[in-house]
């Protein structure tokens, strides 16, 4: 079966400083990859998404940047935060079943920037 | 331009009845519809999906309808448990393997 892991669960990070969240899956080849934040009393917005290893759409400018250095690992990088950067930051794999794929999220790493 | 929206923020309801969550969308590219359930401090868990070929899609206590004319969904949950307090996202898409564009959430609670 398919897992999927996010490190770490909460973070909290002083206004300035670099950050790296990152994101595997287990269990299937080829994924979808997806970041999204979830802001406080906000719904969830995609920030990147990724067909495959080096490729990778941003949804949102910002000062964030994604990368897929391998097939099953997503990375959100940070070089300076800001207070606008707290929230709840959400992993996510999909894949291609000829069909229509579901997006499987983990368990979020929950960011405050201080 | 909110192309999914999910107008009311909150729905209470006692235990045993019916809970009936709305999304309205926009974009008529839209043809696949999901629901995402999301407790506190954890990722969203799939819950039930419906393609646009179809207007309802039935899993245990959970019923989607949609309403293409109307460009609207809903999700019923019959009967509502204590446990499925939570909040309940739309989500929709253009077509396999595409991004999911998710309303911005409605928080169900369910009274014992």
Partial sequence: SQT???WPATLVQPVGSPLSLECTVEGTSNPNLY?????AGRG???LFYSVGIGQISSEVPQNLSASRPQDR????SSKKLLLSDSGFYLCAWSVWT???GEQYFGPGTRLTVT | ????????????VQEGRISILNCDYTNSMFDYFLWYKKYPAEGPTFLISISSIKDKNEDGRFTVFLNKSAKH????????QPGDSAVYFCAASTGANSKLTFGKGITLSVRP
């Avoid at chain 1, 690992?73 to 959100?76: A, G, R, T």
């Avoid at chain 2, 969904?73 to 509502?80: T, Y």
Wanted: aromatic fraction near 10%.
């Fill in chain 2, 1 to 12: 331009d909110q192309q999914v929206k999910q107008n009311s923020p909150s729905l209470s």
């Fill in chain 1, 35 to 39: 970041w999204y934040r979830q802001a």
């Fill in chain 1, 4 to 6: 999927i892991h996010q």
């Fill in chain 2, 73 to 80: 969904l809903s999700l019923h949950i019959v009967p509502s």
């Fill in chain 1, 73 to 76: 690992q997503f990375i959100l």
């Fill in chain 1, 98 to 100: 000829g069909g229509f």
């Fill in chain 1, 44 to 46: 969830l917005q995609l």
